[in-house]
């Protein structure tokens, strides 16, 4: 028992002589100073830097009301300015704080200047702000806040809702007049003569830009002529023709549209010869109507100055009718009938080609055909401009029909032309 305590006594002691010994050690570690010597100098550096900018900051609070525009120089690219040198050797010592931070650059990091004040002198001169705090006249927000109007706001807001046209009107009329006087004993003969051609040309088209048009051309023509040598007239036409043409078209591409096609035409007034008691045709007498079923191909060529249509109608059908019996026979209708009908096909090319500015070339094709009979019809009217309101008409017009009398002379062609020289305008 006796040697269980002084073992005990002996552990005591053993662990509080250690305990004191790790005390001391610990203590002298403290007491020694181990930092380095560059790491106290850049927490010192950033002390004084904070010190610094505290003053920077106090000092240019307590100047809000005279502000110093001269503190953009700490963030720009570093200068050396005179002034800042010349400040540090006065006498009196007093040194702007933002001078003696500059200067302290320039003691100690003189490797940061990367301009002088010589240099900005050349380049242009210092700006200085303007201790007058400049203020707009006017608000930006309120230049760009919408203004409501009380009046507005009241009455009622009246909107026009234009509704599209999808019509287009044109028209062109021409009045040609002629004189030819020949004296009764002029050595080559002849006869005095007067005679006049008035021609009319109406459009109405409707085009709503959704594949669908409708295109109506009305024409009418009529030419008067007076000579002495026909006894039994006083006046005959040299020229007839009233035409209605309607297309109704729905846009397959491009150029190409489903089209149907109605074609009506007759005339004004008596056919007449020369000394002829007889009388050869009349309103109504003939009238030819001729419906199709086919395509057209909208024509725009050389840059816009060739334009029309080309109609290709493998279904057509043609009405000819007469309202005198006695001129049945001329026309193909048996005699005693007033009508005969039958079907074929067709083809219709209507084409205007301004071929100058002066000169502009009309054509009209059209051709039907049963393959039992065939009648073809070229219209050309070339018009010369001579200025706005005058202009010259050379006017040539071969036909074929196969489905009237022959001619002794002539055959189933026909033929007629004139030059005329008068009054024109267009719309």
């Given amino acids: 028992m006796k040697i269980l305590h002084i073992a005990i006594v002996a552990m005591l002691f053993f662990v509080g002589h250690a305990d004191a010994q790790v005390r001391s050690r610990h203590a002298k570690v403290h007491d020694a100073d181990t930092v380095p010597v560059i790491v106290r100098s850049y927490v010192d550096s950033l002390q004084v830097g904070r010190m610094r900018v505290d003053s920077l900051f106090a000092m240019r609070r307590d100047s809000l009301s005279a502000p110093d525009g001269r503190y953009y120089r700490l963030f720009v690219p570093l200068t050396f300015y005179h002034g800042i040198v010349g400040n540090a050797f006065k006498l009196d010592g007093n040194i702007p704080e933002l001078d003696r931070s500059l200067l302290d650059v320039y ?25 007058t705090p400049v203020k707009p006249e006017t608000d930006i927000v309120d230049l760009v ?22 019509w287009k009107f044109s028209g062109d009329y021409s009045l040609q007049l002629f004189q030819n006087y020949v004296s009764d004993n002029w050595y080559k003969g002849g006869e005095s003569n007067y005679s006049m051609i008035a021609a009319v040309t109406l459009q109405a088209n409707y085009n709503n830009k959704q594949r669908f048009q409708w295109n109506n051309k009305l024409e009418m023509r009529l030419g008067l002529q007076n000579s002495r040598g026909d006894t039994l007239h006083t006046v005959r036409a040299s020229e007839d023709l009233i035409r209605y043409t309607s297309k109704l078209g729905l846009q397959a591409s491009k150029h190409w549209y489903y089209t149907f096609q109605l074609i009506a035409s007759t005339q004004f007034m008596r056919g007449l010869r020369s000394n002829d008691p007889r009388m050869y045709s009349r309103f109504l007498s003939p009238l030819y109507v001729n419906p199709s079923l086919g395509m057209d191909y909208k024509v725009n060529w050389f840059k816009g100055r060739m334009t029309g249509s080309i109609h290709l109608a493998p279904v057509a059908y043609n009405l000819t009718y007469v309202r005198d019996k006695e001129l049945a ?87 007629k032309e004139y030059v005329s020289l008068g009054f024109s305008y267009g719309i």
């Fill in 329 to 415: 026979t001329r026309f193909g209708i048996d005699e005693g009938r007033h009508a005969k009908n039958d079907f074929g096909s067709e083809v219709t090319v209507d084409l205007v080609w301004q071929m100058s500015k002066d000169v502009r070339w009309k054509t009209r094709l059209y051709g039907y055909t049963t393959y039992h009979r065939m009648q073809m019809e070229w219209e050309n009217t070339f018009t010369f401009v001579v200025n706005k309101y005058i202009s010259s008409n050379l006017f040539l017009y071969p036909r074929f029909d196969d489905g009237v009398k022959r001619d002794d002379k002539y055959g189933f062609f026909q033929f």
């Fill in 107 to 131: 003691l100690h990091r003189p490797d940061l200047v990367v301009s002088t004040q010589s240099q900005l002198d050349r380049v242009g001169p210092i700006i200085e702000p303007s201790a």
């Fill in 145 to 166: 806040s919408p203004k409501v109007d009380d009046d507005d706001v009241v009455s009622p807001v009246q909107i026009y809702v234009e509704k599209p046209n999808f």
